[in-house]
């Protein structure tokens, strides 16, 4: 199913762990929305080229919740003019990610008023050491009052996202955690386990050895106890890192996952025609100066047919419901596939993977491991 993506690469502040191309620079907001502008009429052919009609709208970051629902509304006025579409009512999936600092009832009701349906909202953390020493700029009462604000708006799908896996969280703190955002009862949960990045703060602690990370063992039991509470709880496993209620999974990252074309706009975004990656430049300068001269600032890459199945084996292996073996023949020659299902054969000897059918899946208790499972199947 298509969709759009609109990053937005603002930040008040950093988060020691984040890599996302985000600016502190909200002076160049305005610039940014008018080059946005005309990136979205330079594109307004893409999806006829895919021969399909967008069906989610997402605008991420960064923190978009750092721009006022006035300029989101400009911006989802000029997608519905350039892609044909009546009104953002005909999105089925319109989503606007917010930082619990930045809302207010005013300001979420305007939201609602210019059609966003879904939230998805940045806690990482219920404890206040933790959100401090990841350089979140709210704490945990003022993460719970934003999502009861938001509840209080009307919003009835609503995401929260908690990360584990970092040397402060300990067993009993994670449970705390989780029952915490249980009992707020979100519609959809995604939960990360902290990586370790280059260009970041704690990438730069980690170089210096004034960090050590969680031992891959406690992070497995930590992701381990999420899968376990959250399916007591209700709610269903259907990607590595997400969880929702019966019928709110999320509609938007499914086409990331299914293999659906989809277009994105702004600084660092990635869109993909089927045949196509392409992503603009990180740099709100270079994208800003780009477009204003009529341009777009990006670099694409036409994918082999051995891309095209790596990356089917990737994404179909992410989600819960598995790789359907069938569909792989036709994307790969037939000495790659049999390199394949020889790696295969192996793999379910180990029990790292299972048949169900014609679907080759990960089983749920191996899924913290899928990132070596899924390269040992690569061609």
């Not at 600016?23 to 080229?49: N, W």
């Not at 704490?139 to 719970?144: F, L």
């Not at 703060?201 to 992701?223: I, M, N, T, V």
């Not at 037939?334 to 790292?352: E, I, P, V």
Request: charged content about 25%; proline content about 3%.
């Amino acid at each position: 199913m298509a969709g759009i993506y609109i990053h937005v690469p603002f930040c008040s502040r950093f988060c020691n762990y984040c890599d996302f191309y985000s600016v502190k620079q909200t002076g160049r907001i305005g610039a940014y929305i008018e080059s946005l502008l005309c990136e979205i009429e330079q594109r307004r052919d893409f999806f006829i080229k895919c021969n399909v009609t967008p069906a989610t709208l997402y605008i991420g970051g960064g923190t978009p919740s750092l721009l006022s629902p006035d300029q989101i509304s400009l911006i989802t006025e000029k997608i519905c003019s350039c892609f044909g579409i009546s009104s953002v009512d005909h999105f089925r999936e319109f989503t606007v990610e917010v930082n619990p600092d930045d809302v207010n009832k005013d300001y979420l009701l305007r939201l609602s008023s210019i059609g966003v349906k879904r939230l998805s909202m940045g806690i990482q953390s219920f404890d206040d050491e933790d959100l401090y020493w990841m350089n979140r700029r709210h704490d945990s009462a003022m993460a719970r009052e934003a999502y009861y604000t938001a509840r209080e708006c009307g919003f009835a799908n609503i995401s929260l996202d908690l990360i584990f896996g970092y040397s402060l969280l300990s067993e009993e703190k994670w449970v705390r955690n989780i029952e915490t955002l249980l009992s707020l009862r979100p519609e959809h949960i995604s939960s990360y386990q902290l990586g370790i990045e280059k260009n970041t703060k704690l990438g730069a602690q980690f170089a210096r050895g004034e960090y050590s990370p969680l031992s891959d063992e406690q992070s497995y039991l930590q992701y381990s106890t999420l899968q376990g509470m959250l399916s007591d709880a209700g709610y269903r496993q259907y990607e590595i890192s997400n969880f929702a209620l019966p019928g709110f999974e999320a509609i938007h990252n499914s086409s990331y996952w299914d293999y659906s074309p989809y277009l994105g706009l702004g600084p660092s975004a990635h869109s993909f025609d089927g045949d196509t990656r392409s992503w603009n430049c990180a740099s709100i300068i270079k994208y800003t100066n780009s477009l204003q001269n009529g341009k777009r600032c990006f670099q694409s890459e036409r994918l082999t047919s051995g891309d095209k199945f790596n990356e089917r084996v990737m994404l179909s292996l992410r989600r819960v419901e598995g790789l359907d073996i069938k569909s792989l023949k036709e994307l790969s020659l037939m000495d790659d596939y049999a390199s394949f299902t020889k790696q295969l054969k192996d793999l379910l000897r180990q029990g790292l993977v299972v048949e169900e059918g014609d679907k080759i899946i990960i089983p749920s208790d191996k899924l913290f491991i899928s990132d070596g499972i899924i390269r040992d199947l690569f061609i």
